[in-house]
């Protein structure tokens, strides 16, 4: 986590945004991208790639009025295998210290096999990995999902993306228990394509 405590120490308006959403209970993580980063040490961390509940999410607007916001923004995403799908978000976007910071809230994947939620939900937000880093308190989402979310956009090399390097990554890193895999999946569902990446992966069966 060397990295994260680099962070904190050299950007200190991104300090200060952490410790004020932890002074307002908010609740949120690092994920994605940057969850990657900071547990495997397999890239340099670009920006901050923040998750956060949604009952939270107007609470954090108003904290950060500076902000860009975004209400159920659609990012259009192919897969390597040619699936197209929807991300879709609420967002809120700033530059902090020269860090761009992307949170996120109320996000699933509209794909041809229905809608899959993948927010921070309760169960989520007590299975966070919990850090105590340059005297601030620090989320992660648990790894695995991050491994859904990449597992929903599988997007290759061609893309400049390694999803599935990532989430092998995480899965080397991190111990994924199937408790915890079993509970997420009854929350967001799998289409066909995120059920054989996690299959891929050995952390389902069918």
């Known amino acids: 986590m060397e990295a994260v405590k680099s962070l904190l120490t050299e950007k200190p308006a991104v300090k200060g945004l952490l410790q004020r959403m932890n002074e307002t209970q908010i609740r949120w993580a690092i994920f994605a991208g940057s969850e990657v980063a900071f547990l495997t040490a397999n890239r340099t961390?670009?920006?901050?790639?923040?998750?956060?509940?949604?009952?939270?999410?107007?609470?954090?607007?108003v904290l950060l009025p500076e902000a860009k916001r975004g209400s159920n923004?659609?990012?259009?995403?192919?897969?390597?295998?040619?699936?197209?799908?929807?991300?879709?978000?609420?967002?809120?976007?700033?530059?902090?210290?020269?860090?761009?910071?992307?949170?996120?809230?109320?996000?699933?994947f509209k794909t041809s096999e229905g809608?899959?939620?993948t927010y921070l939900t309760d169960v989520a937000c007590q299975r966070r990995l919990i850090f105590e880093i340059a005297a601030t308190t620090v989320y992660l989402a648990h790894p695995f999902d991050t491994i859904?979310?990449?597992?929903?956009?599988?997007?290759?090399?061609?893309?400049?993306?390694?999803?599935?390097?990532?989430?092998?990554?995480?899965t080397a890193a991190v111990k994924i228990e199937p408790?915890?895999?079993?509970?997420?999946?009854?929350?967001?569902?799998l289409n066909s394509g995120a059920r054989a990446f996690l299959q891929k992966l050995a952390l389902i069966t069918k």
Request: aromatic share 6%; no cysteine.
């Open 45 to 61: 961390p670009t920006d901050l790639d923040i998750i956060v509940h949604n009952d939270d999410f107007e609470k954090l607007a």
């Open 73 to 108: 923004k659609a990012f259009l995403v192919v897969a390597s295998d040619g699936e197209r799908l929807e991300d879709i978000a609420s967002t809120l976007t700033l530059t902090l210290d020269s860090v761009d910071i992307d949170i996120m809230s109320h996000s699933r």
């Open 115 to 117: 809608i899959f939620p």
């Open 148 to 170: 859904l979310i990449k597992a929903f956009m599988r997007r290759g090399q061609e893309q400049g993306k390694f999803d599935a390097a990532d989430a092998q990554a995480l």
């Open 179 to 189: 408790a915890y895999v079993r509970a997420r999946i009854a929350e967001t569902g």
